[in-house]
């Protein structure tokens, strides 16, 4: 059983950066994709970006494309979203999700199992 836990959520300045982290449990690193997803209020959730198992594969959305990344670090078990000129319409809940041993990733909700609590990202001045 997978288990993940998000922070790093905070209020930032329009331009600024942000770096979002997913603590993962249950699974090794290589063995999962990760998605990152948002849900501002009154809409849809939508995928940011993902990383399939073993990071072969990479999928972002358009409003991710330059300014978001995701990166991994095997040894704590965390996926990270770095995310830079932050705009007020990137507010949001942001969520990291896992599906075991996914060989690609995808950025519909449907495809992952496992979900984080969501941590709170918003971009005001």
């Known amino acids: 059983q997978l288990q993940l836990v998000e922070s790093g959520g905070g209020l930032v300045q329009p331009g600024g950066s942000l770096k979002l982290s997913c603590a993962v449990a249950?699974?090794?690193?290589?063995?999962?994709?990760i998605g990152w997803f948002r849900q501002a209020p009154g809409k849809e959730r939508e995928g940011v970006l993902c990383?399939?198992?073993?990071?072969?594969?990479?999928n972002l959305a358009d409003s991710a494309k330059g300014r978001f990344t995701i990166s991994r670090d095997s040894a704590k078990n965390t996926v990270y979203l770095e995310m830079s000129s932050l705009k007020p319409e990137d507010t949001a809940v942001y969520y990291c999700?896992?599906?075991?041993?996914?060989?690609?990733?995808?950025?519909?909700?449907?495809?992952?199992?496992?979900w984080g609590q969501g941590t709170q990202v918003t971009v005001s001045s």
């Open positions: 999700a896992a599906k075991i041993l996914d060989r690609s990733c995808a950025l519909s909700s449907e495809n992952y199992d496992h």
């Open positions: 249950g699974y090794k690193s290589e063995y999962y994709s």
């Open positions: 990383s399939s198992m073993g990071s072969f594969h990479t």
